[in-house]
């Protein structure tokens, strides 16, 4: 459906990210054009909660009506992603930082990531855990700002096709880590904490 990424750089528009029925709809609207019944039947949700959501989204350029179609005496629009994937302005922590409902989602995320190491066979002492998740904030938060630069000094993502355009963006944006001394330092202290699980 969509194409490219893009950038949130208003804070009012970030803030509808919070919400977990509208990060679903963005989702399924990524990959698939949809109209308020299938949303709400695919989220088993009420119609017009569905509808009020949709007008959020789209007035805040995130989606686009794409076609209508006409059922029995209504008709009925078809929604779909004005991108292949959205991101938050790493610019944007501070501003945020007061919306309750957005730093629960980041910090929910956060906490997610931290426990998901042990999936990959990693663990860290009890007391540790707490630097770990600053150095996971660090190293996150560099790589959205080297991920946002690189986006946006991108030309026209359509004309390289999706799955060139994603791999050359993480290349760029792995290039620019490499450079960055505070990343690697970062990386460093969370590796020497990290150890293998035996």
């Known amino acids: 459906m969509g194409t490219g990424i893009r950038v949130i750089k ?11 029925t509208r990060r679903h709809i963005l989702h399924i609207l990524r990959h698939h054009e949809k ?25 805040a350029g995130l989606i686009e009506e794409t076609r209508t179609e006409q059922v029995r005496n209504m008709v009925q629009p078809y929604y779909r992603s004005v991108a292949g994937r959205f991101m938050v302005s790493y610019s944007l922590s501070e501003a945020l930082a007061e919306n309750d409902g957005y730093t629960a989602w980041q910090e929910e995320v956060q906490q997610r990531v931290i426990d998901g ?31 946002e630069e690189t986006v946006e000094s991108q030309g026209n993502p359509k004309e390289l096709g999706r799955h060139v355009y994603r791999s050359l963006v ?28 035996e």
Not at 36 to 59: F, G, P, Q, R
């Open 170 to 197: 993480r290349l760029v944006t792995n290039l620019k880590l490499a450079q960055d001394p505070n990343y690697a330092n970062a990386l460093a202290k969370l590796n020497a904490i990290l150890t293998p699980r």
């Open 35 to 59: 109209s308020a019944t299938d949303l709400a039947k695919a989220l088993k949700k009420n119609h017009s909660s569905i509808v009020h959501h949709l007008h959020l989204l789209k007035e």
């Open 117 to 147: 190491l042990g999936s990959f066979g990693l663990e860290f002492p009890e007391g540790e855990r707490e630097k770990v998740e600053e150095l996971i904030a660090v190293t996150s938060g560099l790589r959205r700002r080297a991920f």
């Open 10 to 20: 208003d804070p009012e528009v970030a803030k509808l990210f919070a919400d977990e």
